[in-house]
């Protein structure tokens, strides 16, 4: 079993900073929810979580393949219901070029490989989708 530790502090009036190895982010609400907009809310940074662990698995999977990705990109909606809110889908779209014909499949290994992804998948709709031009 491998423990991974983040920690926080209270870094201004409704903002807070995380504590990740040698990285710090700062979290916040926007101005119109009373935050001082410091940066992103804890929501949008699960979001973000999301696209780079993906994303770290799937340049890894093409890389032990020796497959060059070219220009990929990762655009994730989180679609908030209820109140509480709490995401009741979230749509990943990877866009890739045409000719990187595995794409679908190292999409699918990444899938599998992010720790993020398997664990959202247990609580909530997460469907990825790959696009290629």
């Known amino acids: 079993m491998t423990d991974i530790t983040v920690s926080l502090i209270r870094s201004g009036a409704s903002a807070s900073s995380a504590s990740v190895r040698d990285h710090n982010l700062t979290m916040d ?12 809310m804890g929501g949008e940074v699960l979001l973000a979580a999301l696209g780079g662990c993906f994303m770290s698995n799937l340049v890894a999977a093409a890389g032990a393949r020796n497959l060059e990705l070219g220009d990929v990109k990762v655009h994730i909606t989180g ?55």
């Open 79 to 133: 679609t908030l219901t209820g109140t509480p809110p709490v995401y009741s889908q979230i749509v990943m779209m990877v866009s890739g070029q045409a000719s990187v014909p595995e794409l679908p499949k190292l999409v699918t290994l990444a899938e599998r490989g992010c720790i993020v992804a398997n664990t959202l998948k247990q609580s909530v709709s997460l469907e990825v989708k790959v696009e290629q031009s």
């Open 29 to 40: 609400r926007p101005t119109e929810k009373g935050g001082e907009d410091k940066g992103p």
